[in-house]
């Protein structure tokens, strides 16, 4: 069988709290999800593998629909994300409209959230619910031969117009029994990132769910546990990516430093095969040490995104961030004197938030000297702990995502939390925070003093032009 795996095009995504100049400067990243249900796919088939990833082509739908004809698959999974479905859906439509017998399948966050209302679409034939790797390779083994769906875990289909559930698919115990994702069916020099030092670099995921328990989190389709590749496994797919000619990494782990002694034994090989690389991870103020960053810094990694959140302390513990205003100095200022850069996440417009708790943010972020901060507003995303309060307590009216599932349309606004400040307050902050970051001339001159390469500079002075944008 010809099987086609789609990213789809962003042509139609729901109104974005984040301004779209800020979203504009992120780059581009590889469709890890698709990538590792390709690689699962090609290993245990015979089938045809073949990945589109329209937004980094800069595909529109009339040349997807002709790329699509072009490869005739038989089967075709989509990624869908909640801001991403209604891009899918057109997708999946595109595909019926080309051949009507194509059995359509969507994967990803959204899906497994609302797996009944996404599988209801006559669109759709199947949905993946929960890891995708192992539920869509036996889904393909099922159309082939015949199998019945009912014993395949992760599958969610119809059946004479009824909805039946095979359960979630269980999360995967030994990540390092996963093959690498399929690079090779992409081009890797499409993928870029406002950070990067060259320009291109590629993504990673280096172990699955998180240790800590925010309020605002939502990785459901990930488990609860928190699951961590071994050392070898790790450094062995940065020496295959080595030799596919890359050699910058965002490693996309919710917590990188998770497990302390296996992210020593990361660097410890890294340096004992003398590898070159550069690379960024996401850490939690609490995981990292004096010793533990010297370790990181010698081994190439140049950036550690933390989740700062909030300046307020009694926000952080509305939140569950388990941290401190003091422990994340202490967090920024150890990683400075290690020479690696930091990246801050604040949001505006968490619980208790007021124009005196989001001014101890702004006043925060600059404190703390982080090379780049990125401002968000809070946005209770479905399946979260944050949600299900709003709507209980009423913050939240309805259930607002739900019936954006069942119904999706690009003038729905998404939730945010306005206890004490609407929307366009919120906004105004978000926009001032930005403003008062990037413009100040302390930041500026910073910045143009750790510039390594015209293509770094480039890059980032483009990034500031949609910084000031922001009016």
Same mark, same amino acid.
């Given at each position: 069988?010809?099987v086609?795996?789609?990213?789809?095009?962003?042509?139609?995504l729901?109104?974005?709290?984040?301004?779209?100049?800020?979203?504009?400067s992120?780059?581009?990243?590889? #469709?890890?999800?698709?990538?590792?249900?390709?690689?699962?796919?090609?290993?245990?088939?015979?089938?045809?593998?073949?990945i589109?990833?329209?937004?980094?082509?800069?595909?529109?739908?009339?040349? +997807?629909?002709?790329?699509?004809?072009? @490869?005739? #698959?038989?089967?075709v999974?989509?990624?869908a994300? =909640?801001?991403?479905?209604?891009?899918?859906?057109?997708?999946?439509?595109?595909?019926?409209?080309?051949?009507?017998?194509?059995?359509?399948?969507?994967? $990803?966050?959204?899906?497994?959230?609302?797996?009944?209302?996404?599988v209801?679409?006559p669109?759709?034939?199947?949905?993946?619910? $929960?890891?995708?790797?192992?539920?869509?390779?036996?889904?393909? $083994?099922?159309?082939?031969?015949?199998?019945?769906?009912?014993?395949?875990?992760?599958?969610?289909?119809?059946?004479?117009?009824?909805?039946?559930r095979?359960?979630?698919?269980?999360?995967?115990?030994?990540?390092?029994?996963?093959?690498?994702?399929?690079r090779?069916?992409?081009?890797?020099?499409?993928?870029?990132?406002?950070?990067?030092?060259?320009?291109?670099?590629?993504t990673?995921? =280096?172990?699955r769910?998180?240790?800590?328990?925010?309020?605002?989190?939502?990785?459901?389709?990930? $488990?609860?546990?928190?699951?961590?590749?071994?050392a070898?496994?790790?450094?062995?797919?940065?020496?295959?990516?080595?030799?596919?000619?890359?050699?910058?990494?965002?490693?996309?782990?919710?917590?990188?430093?998770?497990?302390?002694?296996?992210?020593?034994? @990361?660097?410890?090989q890294?340096?004992g095969?003398?590898?070159?690389?550069?690379?960024?991870?996401?850490?939690h103020?609490?995981?990292?040490?004096?010793?533990? +960053?010297?370790?990181?810094?010698?081994a190439?990694?140049?950036?550690?995104?933390?989740g700062?959140?909030?300046?307020?302390?009694?926000? +952080?513990?509305?939140?569950?961030?388990?941290?401190?205003?003091?422990?994340?100095?202490?967090?920024?200022?150890l990683?400075?004197?290690?020479?690696?850069?930091?990246?801050?996440?604040?949001? @505006?417009?968490?619980?208790?938030?007021?124009?005196?708790t989001?001014?101890?943010?702004?006043?925060?972020?600059?404190?703390?000297?982080?090379?780049?901060?990125?401002?968000?507003?809070?946005?209770?995303?479905?399946?979260t702990?944050?949600?299900?309060?709003?709507?209980?307590?009423?913050?939240?009216?309805?259930?607002?995502?739900?019936?954006?599932?069942?119904?999706?349309?690009?003038?729905?606004?998404?939730?945010?939390?306005?206890?004490?400040?609407?929307?366009?307050?919120? =906004?105004?902050?978000?926009?001032?925070?930005?403003?008062?970051?990037?413009?100040?001339?302390?930041?500026?001159?910073?910045?143009?003093?750790?510039?390594?390469?015209?293509?770094?500079?480039?890059?980032?002075?483009?990034a500031?032009?949609?910084i000031?944008?922001?009016?």
């Open positions: 069988m010809k086609l795996l789609v990213n789809p095009p962003r042509e139609n729901i109104e974005s709290i984040l301004p779209a100049v800020i979203e504009e992120r780059g581009l990243s590889p #469709p890890l999800g698709l990538l590792y249900v390709a690689a699962h796919a090609r290993k245990y088939t015979r089938h045809q593998i073949e589109l990833d329209s937004e980094a082509e800069g595909l529109t739908y009339p040349e +997807l629909k002709e790329r699509i004809k072009g @490869i005739d #698959p038989e089967v999974g989509i990624t994300m =909640t801001f991403t479905l209604i891009d899918a859906l057109k997708v999946a439509r595109l595909v019926k409209e080309i051949k009507q017998g194509v059995k359509v399948a969507l994967g $990803g966050p959204h899906p497994h959230i609302y797996p009944e209302e996404t209801s679409f669109e759709v034939d199947f949905v993946i619910q $929960g890891e995708g790797e192992r539920a869509f390779t036996d889904l393909l $083994g099922a159309l082939e031969d015949g199998r019945r769906l009912r014993q395949i875990k992760g599958v969610v289909w119809k059946d004479n117009g009824k909805v039946v095979g359960g979630a698919a269980e999360p995967v115990a030994d990540l390092d029994g996963l093959p690498f994702p399929a090779d069916l992409t081009d890797i020099h499409r993928y870029c990132s406002v950070l990067a030092r060259v320009s291109h670099c590629t990673m995921i =280096t172990s769910g998180c240790p800590f328990r925010c309020r605002f989190c939502a990785r459901p389709h990930l $488990g609860k546990g928190f699951r961590c590749r071994s070898g496994n790790v450094v062995e797919e940065f020496e295959e990516c080595l030799t596919m000619g890359i050699r910058e990494f965002l490693i996309y782990d919710d917590t990188f430093t998770g497990d302390r002694e296996r992210v020593i034994d @990361i660097c410890e890294i340096l095969k003398g590898l070159k690389l550069r690379w960024d991870i996401r850490a103020v609490n995981t990292v040490d004096e010793e533990l +960053l010297g370790r990181l810094k010698q190439g990694c140049e950036r550690i995104h933390y700062v959140e909030s300046g307020n302390p009694d926000i +952080l513990l509305n939140l569950r961030k388990g941290t401190t205003i003091e422990r994340v100095k202490q967090a920024f200022r990683t400075r004197e290690a020479g690696i850069e930091t990246l801050a996440y604040f949001m @505006i417009g968490s619980p208790g938030e007021d124009l005196a989001a001014g101890q943010s702004i006043a925060l972020a600059r404190e703390l000297k982080p090379d780049y901060v990125h401002f968000s507003i809070l946005m209770p995303f479905p399946a702990e944050l949600y299900r309060d709003g709507v209980e307590i009423g913050l939240i009216r309805q259930d607002c995502w739900q019936d954006f599932a069942r119904s999706p349309r690009k003038d729905f606004l998404p939730p945010v939390w306005e206890e004490n400040l609407n929307r366009q307050e919120l =906004t105004r902050l978000l926009k001032k925070a930005y403003r008062d970051f990037y413009r100040s001339p302390a930041y500026i001159l910073r910045r143009l003093t750790r510039v390594r390469s015209l293509g770094e500079l480039w890059r980032q002075f483009r500031g032009l949609r000031q944008r922001l009016e």
